[in-house]
């Protein structure tokens, strides 16, 4: 929850501080009070307490903000470690949000997507990694060449219908490569003060684990 204005009654706001943030020193709410806007007052608390602190604080004249910060199945799912907001956009001409756009927003693909491996593949043939995938193949990026003396390092691996016939190999190319390094290079994780970073929470413990095994074992 956060103090977006202290309003005029600095003598009220300051008496209610404390019973908001219960702890705080008078030190600690002259500095919540003066500034600058907005303060964070409480944070990774139930919605039912910060809207207790905000009642209490509306009939200073104070004005304050619950901010709701998603810790839930994006974050769970590795999407990105904070939701995006309209500031992200910023620099993008046009902005393709939701619907208007044919594929996934490529924003953050290098937090949500970091292995260069899955992006190459993803590249010469998304149907090995995606089902009825949208996006075409770029299989123009890649040389079929014969294999050496050795596998190419460098060289996709994969196997199934879509592999190459024995004693060949798909490499990527310089522009491949390089295509993959600008994808890995577009990450939305700078911190914005009005959408923390945030740790996705840990699965909770299943209740259907089974109980110790017992044993025929005579008491020592």
Do not use: C
Not at 52 to 65: I, N, Q, S, Y
Not at 122 to 143: A, C, G, N, S, T
């Amino acid at each position: 929850m956060w103090l977006t204005d202290a309003g005029t009654n600095r003598v009220e706001v300051i008496a209610a501080l404390p019973k908001v943030k219960p702890g705080s020193n008078a030190a600690e709410v002259e500095k919540l009070a003066a500034g600058p806007m907005p303060q964070t007052i409480l944070k990774n608390v139930p919605r039912a307490v910060a809207d207790a602190a905000v009642a209490k604080l509306e009939p200073t004249g104070a004005k304050a903000e619950v901010k709701i910060i998603p810790t839930g199945p994006d974050i769970t799912r590795g999407w990105g470690k904070r939701r995006s907001v309209a500031e992200d956009f910023l620099f993008d001409q046009p902005v393709m949000l939701g619907s208007q756009r044919a594929g996934p927003d490529l924003a953050d693909v290098g937090s949500r997507l970091p292995d260069a491996n899955w992006h190459l593949l993803h590249l010469y043939i998304p149907q090995i990694l995606l089902k009825k995938p949208v996006m075409p193949p770029y299989r123009f990026l890649f040389e079929k060449r014969k294999v050496g003396r050795e596998p190419a390092p460098e060289a996709l691996k994969f196997s199934g219908e879509f592999a190459p016939e024995r004693g060949y190999e798909i490499v990527p190319t310089d522009n491949a490569r390089q295509l993959v390094a600008y994808l890995l290079s577009l990450r939305v994780d700078a911190v914005i003060f009005e959408t923390p970073i945030t740790v996705a929470r840990p699965p909770a413990a299943s209740t259907n684990a089974p109980a110790a095994a017992a044993t025929n074992a005579p008491a020592k």
